[in-house]
Structure formats: structure tokens, C-alpha cells
């Protein structure tokens, strides 16, 4: 089974500065993907990133990046510049093939951007 | 191009009570699938459909049950609700064999009371 554990409850950053959310997953597979999520308050869930378990770059989306450690089951997302649309709930999901074909997430992180 | 419809995007029922929600997937997905966000917590996996039968299915009890159609679209259905049903229910839609592709409807924010 998958689980997916995001520590920070809450993380707030200056207009401009740079944060990271932090998240740790465990599963003994080789075959899986990780994603960062975003839930504004509009509920939609958006897609800010996403990493294949194979490939050892990581992945970076404009001012969205990650820091993926295989071997120690880590994955966290750095945001850069951070600007006032970014407050939201992100949640750190992963996706195993084979194990019901479903995300499994952390239970995310309130990120408050400050002006 | 529309992507996953919801409806509707409130609703309020009371113990005991049965509802329904509905979802249509993004043109061109043909596969569905079903969570539960319960208030302050990450969505938890219900169920996904694909070719009109559930094909997976999380831990959740027997009241809640699902259908799709020929076009694609599906229903959840949530049966005796619970104080504990209330929660936003995501739909998320995919390509078969595609399923770390998803994408997310805007929810259904259901209240029990």
C-alpha cells in the first residue's frame, strides 16, 4: 500500500521569496509517479507538477520545481517568487501502477502568500 | 474543449437520505473515477469506472455505489447518509491505461445534517 505524508499543516512566505513544502511517500515499487496539486479556494484541484519515479532529473515547471530523492522516499516542491495567487492547499499525491490505478495524497499543506 | 462537469455544486441532505451526484468526463476520456474530500484532509479514493463497470475500488462501505454510461458520463450514489458523508466529492476523469492523467472537476460539496 501507498502513503504519502505531508508534516507541514501550514507554510506561509513573503511576496517574492521562495518556499518549499515538504513530503515524504513509501512504497516499495518501482514503477510509480508523484505529483504536486494545488486546491485554491475555488476547490479545483490543478496540476502544478509531476515526476516519473524513473527519470532521475528533476522536474521543473516555471517557477515550480522539485527535489526528488528516491532513495529516501522524499519529494518536495519549491516555488519561486512566490506571488499572491499561489496561496492555496497543496497536496502531494502519489500514483503506483497496478495498486487500483488511483492517487493516493497527503493530507497537504496551507500555503499563505503575504503581500 | 470542456473539462470534467460536476453537478451540483451544493447540496444538502439529512441523515438517513439518499443522493445522488453527477459527473461528465473531459471530451475524449473514458474513464472515471470517484474521492472523497472530507474537510481539512487530502481526497481519498472511492471508485473508478471504465466500459460502464467499477473496475477499482477504495475502502469505502457498500452504500456508495456508481454507475457510467454509454457516453461516459457517471453517477456516485450514497446511500442511509451519515453526519460523516458530508465532504466535497471530486470527480476526476482519464484515458484508460492513462490514469496519471487526471483531471478534476470543481466538486460537489455535499452537507448531512
Excluded at chain 1, 55 to 80: C, G, M, Y
Excluded at chain 2, 11 to 26: A, F, M, N
Aim: aromatic share 14%.
Amino acid at each position: 500500500a501507498q502513503t504519502v505524508t505531508q508534516s507541514q499543516p501550514e507554510m506561509s512566505v513573503q511576496e517574492a521569496e521562495t518556499v518549499t513544502l515538504s513530503c515524504t511517500y513509501d512504497t516499495s515499487e518501482n514503477n510509480y509517479y508523484l505529483f504536486w496539486y494545488k486546491q485554491p479556494p475555488s476547490r479545483q484541484m490543478i496540476l502544478v507538477i509531476r515526476q516519473e519515479a524513473y527519470k532521475q532529473q528533476n522536474a521543473t515547471e516555471n517557477r515550480f520545481s522539485v527535489n526528488f530523492q528516491k532513495a529516501a522516499k522524499s519529494f518536495s516542491l519549491k516555488i519561486s517568487d512566490s506571488q499572491l495567487g499561489d496561496t492555496a492547499m497543496y497536496f502531494c499525491a502519489s500514483y503506483l501502477w497496478g495498486d487500483g490505478n488511483k492517487l493516493v495524497f497527503g493530507a497537504g499543506t496551507i500555503l499563505r502568500v503575504k503581500s | 474543449d470542456a473539462g470534467v462537469t460536476q453537478s451540483p455544486t451544493h447540496l444538502i441532505k439529512t441523515r438517513g437520505q439518499q443522493v445522488t451526484l453527477r459527473c461528465s468526463p473531459k471530451s475524449g476520456h473514458d474513464t472515471v473515477s470517484w474521492y472523497q474530500q472530507a474537510l481539512g484532509q487530502g481526497p481519498q479514493f472511492i471508485f473508478q469506472y471504465y466500459e460502464e463497470e467499477e473496475r477499482q475500488r477504495g475502502n469505502f462501505p457498500d452504500r456508495f455505489s456508481g454507475h457510467q454510461f454509454p457516453n461516459y458520463s457517471s453517477e456516485l450514489n450514497v446511500n442511509a447518509l451519515l453526519l460523516g458523508d458530508s465532504a466535497l466529492y471530486l470527480c476526476a476523469s482519464s484515458l484508460y491505461g492513462f490514469g496519471e492523467k487526471l483531471f478534476f472537476g470543481s466538486g460537489t460539496q455535499l452537507s448531512v445534517l
